[in-house]
């Protein structure tokens, strides 16, 4: 059941009449079901690792918190590392591992056939955090098995995050207070919000990029075109993603944080960190870079702690060299950054405008790794980005008819309204009113033709 | 004579949608929106493509994004 499905809708409505109707005490059962039957509808066999993660990490939990002495915290906190660690090892790491020392030996690995469990690194980084804050003292434990269950598989969040702490969202669970008249009118502004990003913006952008990434030998101006158009396209999917699970959540009175903040107005590489998928840079920022030394130990220590968080967040992305690349190409350049002392500066003119073109034309080739197949597919349109350049036959790779190119390029003019929507601000009735007729719109082009297009991070 | 007043009604509303966002009057508004639910019966009717009348829709989203801005504190 896929956010950008009417189905989806069908069910959140449902949930949220439903929870609305019942007692206080049992909304936590309610959400629990509802949250276990979405992710069945994913793949039921699998939900059986959710319930397998939640239960290993609510029972060492547990144990860490009844344990007397450092050695026993530290060995239950071992166990649920490695059992969540264990877990991405097998189902999303093994055969790129298998085959990478199958390549170093000399020899070819035949992958095995491993179904890769929907979100599964977003839920294990959560049930991770959740064991470290407990081993840290940060919070207590949960004794409530339920209310532990509801924290890790609560549906908005569970399948492409924002990856929430604790401390933050089990208190709400618990509470299970009724959405207020504003909480509502958020929810739906984010929902609405998100649904546009999603099918009207990464949608209608897909099927160009695809284009320009299947073929043998793309002009350069196109694969030129194509990039600026995935840059587009991930940040509306993944944010389009995070909205309609911020909304979703609203609407059952719980707030969720914030995962995106405009990251291409962003003036600095580090400041686009700060800005793009904010759970997961808080969490490699709280359990890798600091742990590690973060900015206090040197400037070694840091530049040590910088490249193994982008080097892991690479490897979080996707089981393949490409993604390691595309987060070590990042490292490389925060570290620059870090190296050069350069900084965001404020305010409009020439020199605050010089940063910002110099961060998007390096942020914009690390696009290629990740959506690139391979290394040498990523060689390749790389080398063509620096052939001639033949602007008509560019545009035509790209497929993007008159009315389409002006549907994307009016649907782009509304990212500055789409930005106020999710900061919660007040918009007129009529900006709602045709918001929902663009998404509605946008459902049928897809009926009608191109199919749908899953979630980018859904495969992560 | 359909396709006359498909037309018609686009350009109609355009011009309410873009009067109520410059005079902030919520029935104008209103009145531009029904005009659009006016012109995409019209193209329905005509059996044109999603994506022509995905286009007005955004024009006329703009428009009521001009209107936020302008009432933004």
Request: hydrophobic share 55%.
């Amino acid at each position: 059941m896929s956010f950008d499905s009417p189905f989806y809708l069908l069910f959140l409505a449902a949930i949220v009449l439903v929870h609305r109707l019942c007692p206080v005490k049992i909304r936590w059962a309610l959400l629990l079901a509802g949250s276990l039957f979405f992710y069945a509808c994913w793949s039921a066999p699998l939900t059986l690792v959710i319930v397998g993660v939640i239960l290993l990490t609510w029972g060492c939990g547990l144990l860490i918190a009844g344990s007397k002495t450092r050695v026993r915290k530290r060995l239950w906190m071992a166990a649920a590392m490695a059992g969540c660690a264990g877990l991405l090892l097998w189902f999303k790491y093994f055969n790129f591992l298998a085959d990478t020392f199958a390549r170093i030996a000399g020899g070819a690995w035949e992958p095995l056939d491993i179904l890769l469990p929907v979100g599964c690194s977003f839920y294990t980084f959560q049930a991770a955090s959740y064991v470290l804050d407990v081993y840290r003292g940060r919070i207590a434990a949960e004794r409530h098995p339920g209310h532990y269950a509801l924290y890790i598989a609560f549906f908005p969040q569970l399948v492409a995050g924002p990856i929430e702490r604790a401390e933050a969202l089990l208190p709400q669970l618990k509470a299970a207070k009724t959405a207020s008249r504003e909480d509502a009118r958020k929810g739906l502004a984010l929902v609405l919000s998100g649904l546009f990003r999603k099918l009207v913006i990464a949608d209608m952008a897909a099927p160009a990029v695809d284009r320009v990434f299947a073929a043998v030998c793309p002009d350069g101006s196109a694969v030129f075109l194509a990039l600026v158009l995935f840059a587009f396209q991930i940040y509306c999917d993944f944010a389009g993603y995070s909205e309609i699970a911020q909304g979703s959540a609203y609407l059952l009175g719980i707030r969720l944080r914030r995962n995106f903040d405009r990251p291409y107005l962003a003036r600095t590489v580090r400041g686009f960190w700060r800005r793009w998928h904010m759970s997961l840079t808080a969490w490699f920022t709280d359990y890798v870079y600091i742990p590690l030394g973060g900015s206090r130990r040197g400037m070694g220590r840091q530049v040590f702690a910088t490249m193994a968080v982008f080097f892991l967040s690479g490897l979080w992305h996707g089981a393949d060299w490409t993604f390691v690349l595309w987060g070590l190409w990042h490292g490389v350049l925060c570290v620059l950054e870090i190296l050069l002392r350069r900084r965001e500066r404020s305010g409009r003119g020439i020199l605050p405008l010089g940063q910002w073109a110099l961060t998007a034309v390096l942020i914009l080739p690390s696009w290629l790794l990740f959506r690139a197949a391979n290394l040498g597919q990523v060689s390749m349109l790389f080398g063509r980005l620096f052939s001639a350049w033949d602007p008509l036959a560019g545009l035509s790779l790209l497929g993007l008819g008159g009315v389409r190119a002006a549907c994307l390029a009016a649907a782009l003019l509304q990212l500055p309204l789409l930005d106020r929507l999710s900061r919660g601000r007040r918009v007129p009735d009529m900006v709602y009113f045709f918001l929902a007729a663009c998404i509605v719109l946008a459902w049928l082009i897809r009926a009608a033709g191109q199919g749908a297009n899953a979630f980018i991070y859904f495969q992560f | 004579m359909l396709t006359a007043a498909a037309i018609a009604l686009g350009i109609l509303a355009l011009a309410l949608e873009t009067l109520g966002a410059w005079k902030r009057s919520s029935r104008l508004s209103w009145l531009g929106g029904l005009c659009f639910i006016a012109f995409m019966a019209c193209m329905l009717l005509l059996d044109r493509p999603w994506e022509q009348m995905l286009l007005p829709a955004l024009v006329l989203l703009g428009v009521s994004g001009w209107r936020a801005r302008r009432e933004a504190p």
